[in-house]
Nanobody, 125 residues
Framework: QVQLVESGGGLVQAGGSVRLSCTAS????????VAWFRQAPGKEREFVAV????????YYRDSVKGRFTISRDDAKNTVWLQMNSLKPEDTAVYYC??????????????????WGQGTQVTVSS
């Protein structure tokens, strides 16, 4: 019933840009905290960015600050991740995640009940 679907991944050269989308069904994103995580081969899934519910804020992991931007389109029930100045170390499967609870530890995987299937982003050098 609840579904998050990512799209927009692909192969891009270092320094390039990619815009990922996460479209939700079965839930309304205005009522949810929505985040992006990523998982590189052999690595743990890590927090990338979060867009909190109304009254909250936007936060990024240090390594993507100034390069990535998270945003939402309520009419389309979609959250975006604009990724600029991509680096090979950004290569990973990117996942969107959502949760309705107001929690302090927004960067924790355990704070999200709903997950998308992931979309591969490969940055070549």
């Amino acid at each position: 019933q609840v579904q998050l679907v990512e799209s927009g991944g692909g192969l891009v050269q270092a320094g390039g840009s990619v815009r990922l989308s996460c479209t939700a069904s079965g839930l309304t994103i205005t009522d949810y905290r929505v985040a992006w995580f990523r998982q590189a081969p052999g690595k743990e899934r890590e927090f990338v960015a979060v867009l909190n519910r109304s009254g909250g804020g936007i936060y990024y992991r240090d390594s993507v600050k100034g390069r990535f931007t998270i945003s939402r389109d309520d009419a389309k029930n979609t959250v975006w991740l604009q990724m600029n100045s991509l680096k090979p170390e950004d290569t990973a499967v990117y996942y969107c995640a959502a949760d309705p609870r107001r929690l302090v530890q927004f960067s924790s995987r355990a704070s999200y009940n709903y997950w998308g299937q992931g979309t591969q982003v490969t940055v070549s050098s």
